[in-house]
């Protein structure tokens, strides 16, 4: 087994910015109510001519440039997505080509929010192994198209953007620890319905926007504050550090709230923690590799830190990934 570090970090949002008090016009909601139970107060939309694999192709290549590598100096392609250009062949071939990286191995990986640290933990895995030499990882989403823009109870939650990292072998090793973990008995907490083998698409289904992402808001709140203590201390025990060890916490920025009372249950200071839900929203898969890019751009992650990745979503899915900054 060889280590693997992160050598390259990007990430690309869309120049639209959709701010609450555009989304008072809609319907009937207030920046007051967003802010005071979401933390949200922009959200960048992508254009209707923008994909998600547009804006994967600009993430990575601002991580190659970090990187300072061609996009042929990487093995592997992986855009984690639920929003994917086509519903096959894989985003991730297409960005890769555009890239111009050619003959590579590429792949996209569906566990909703909770994509990046699955493939965080199944890209490091492929490096470790020795599989591969350099894996480009994608969080890439554009959800502001998959929302009913009728739904004030989701319409206003969503945002599109993309993050990227370069996975290279190492001599030390960064990952430290991982925790994975799913619950699929109740998918239609947070799901769409609609355009999957199970119910196809329909005049019907359309015309009652079941194409449309639905959510559960509250039991979803619950289980979210729940699962990401859990995978928090059961990444850490793998890892074999405790809570006081941990100088950086990134998670999914799916509500502030979320993240402060989970904060709290886990006896972490709130100031260890990267917030930037005020800005985009939640952009879903791309919400950590954004966070971690624009905190490594302020200066805030220092070599030897000692960072928690964390991630909760449809499927129900959750995750952690404990690594070691280089
Ligand atoms: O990333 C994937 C994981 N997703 C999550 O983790 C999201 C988890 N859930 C949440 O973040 C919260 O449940 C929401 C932000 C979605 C909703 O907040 P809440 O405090 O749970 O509100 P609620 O759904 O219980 O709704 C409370 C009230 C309702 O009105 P009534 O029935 O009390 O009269 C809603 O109709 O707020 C109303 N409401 C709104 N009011 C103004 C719902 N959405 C809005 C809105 N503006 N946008």
Known sequence: ????????VGHYTPDEIVDNFELEKWFDTSDEWITSRTGMKRRHW????????????????????SAKLQAQDV?????????????????????????????????????????????LTVASSMVRAGVYKRV??????????????????????FGDGAGAVILEASEKDSFLGSDLGSDGSKPELLFIEA?????????????RKADRIVMHGKEVFK???????????????????T???????IPHQANKRIIDSAMKYLGMPPEKCVVNIH????????????????????????????????????????GAVVWKWQ
């Open 243 to 249: 809570k006081a060890d941990v100088d950086v916490l």
């Open 75 to 119: 093995d592997a392609f992986i855009v984690c997505t639920v929003y994917p250009d086509y519903l096959f062949p894989a985003t991730a071939a297409i960005v890769a080509s555009r890239l111009g990286a050619r003959d590579k191995a590429a792949f996209d990986m569906e566990i909703a929010c909770t994509g990046f640290i699955y493939g």
């Open 223 to 241: 289980f979210a504050v729940n699962k990401m203590i859990q995978a928090t201390d059961a990444a850490l025990a793998k890892a074999n550090l």
């Open 46 to 65: 992508a254009r209707k001519d923008q994909s998600t694999g547009d804006l994967a192709l600009e993430a990575a290549r601002r991580a190659l440039e």
């Open 1 to 8: 087994m060889t280590g693997v570090k992160i050598a390259g």
């Open 195 to 207: 355009g999957g083998s199970r119910n196809g698409m329909s005049h019907e289904l359309l015309d």
């Open 279 to 318: 800005e985009y929203g939640n952009t879903s898969a791309a919400s950590v590799p954004i966070a971690l890019s624009e905190a490594v751009a302020s200066g805030r992650i220092q070599p030897g830190n000692v960072i928690v990745f964390v991630g909760f979503g449809g499927g129900l899915s959750w």
């Open 136 to 157: 480009c990882l994608i969080g890439a989403e554009t959800l502001s198209k998959l929302v009913n823009k009728d739904d004030r109870g989701t319409a206003v939650l």
